[in-house]
């Protein structure tokens, strides 16, 4: 599934290339896309380029292939075999889904990445299966993880996190960053001053340091579902 800002970027290359018979550079993209730096394009391409949308062609400028278009809907053949259910899940509190009250549900809002950042989170008709042990107080979430920027913390990609709904977490705890408003990422925090870092638990990928006017946090991780 690809984020809005990821659909609305391959929509935009398709349609250039068709008019103009060559890619778009950076600066139209970014102009194209309203966003506030040409670093924010590369990281949507890359993520494209990860998820078997667009290939990048060798030894030559402006070059991306379209491989696929964005229009894919999840379709979900066996409910209850990944433990899926399809529901409204836009302000509705977690329920009990069973008679023995041993599980209830919450809301898969969509994929956060662990590792590239991806656009900030988007809707899903989809809710996930839950331990009532593992549910928090107040409100949560859950989301499907990308990425292996925080597997020397047990996330892989695939895993599903919980995540309780706050705005504050303290130094060390892993949670969801949203960056510039648009970019979403899983991460552990480190606060100092007016900086904040946001650190993975991979050593490919370098922490990133970050003005606190520029990130804002929405949850903290509280769980992990796994299947094998």
Known sequence: MLTKKQKELLGYIQNYQSKNGVTPSYEEMKSALTLKSKSGIHRLIIALEERGFVRRLAHKARALEVIKDGISNIKLSDKNKNNLVVGNFMDTPNKDINNNN?????????KIAAGTPIEAIQQNDMSVDVPKEMMPVGESYALTVEGDSMINEGIHSGDTVLIKKTNIADNGEIVVALIDDHEATLKRIRKKGQSIAL??????YETRILSS???????????LLRKY
């Open 199 to 204: 650190e993975s638990a991979n050593p490919i």
């Open 213 to 223: 006017n520029r990130v804002k946090i929405q949850g903290k991780l509280i769980g």
């Open 102 to 110: 041993k599980l209830s549900t919450l809301p898969l809002l969509g």
